[in-house]
């Protein structure tokens, strides 16, 4: 999997990433700034795949032996994520999840809904780009 960088800047009230809590599996283990996608009801989990809703930014690591069935996500800021092999971005692209802990450009699936955030910047395929979330 692709390793989540830590937040550039976090918006929002006092600058904290806006969070939002979610329901998620108590058996989960979720690190740190893992993209999150959505399911019904207000359910997240790490990213795993195209095409999926996008919920935030893991905050906090969720580990299986803690047993808890909720965490939070930072839904506005500025984060470094990975572009997939399917191709790069220029700045003001949005992007879309493309699997774990990445993102790639996709109309259809921008047309969707499904949008991560806007690049910040020019960036090739499988290279860090910045992207504003603002969920």
């Known amino acids: 999997m692709v390793e989540a960088k830590d937040p550039i800047e976090l918006h929002g009230n006092n600058s904290a990433g806006e969070v939002i809590s979610y329901t998620v599996s108590s058996s989960a283990d979720i690190p740190v700034n893992t993209l999150l996608q959505m399911t019904d009801p207000r359910t997240a989990s790490a990213s795993s795949a195209a095409g999926e809703i996008f919920a935030g930014v893991a905050s ?60 910040f910047a020019d960036g090739a395929a499988e290279t860090y780009v910045s992207c504003r979330i603002n969920k």
């Open 60 to 119: 906090m690591e969720k580990t299986s032996a803690d047993d808890s069935e909720t965490m939070s996500a930072y839904t506005k800021g500025v984060f470094p994520l990975y572009l997939s092999d399917v191709g790069g971005c220029v700045i003001g692209d949005q992007l879309v999840l493309a699997g774990a802990n990445m993102v790639k450009v996709d109309n259809t699936e921008i047309q969707e809904g499904k949008i991560v955030g806007t690049a």
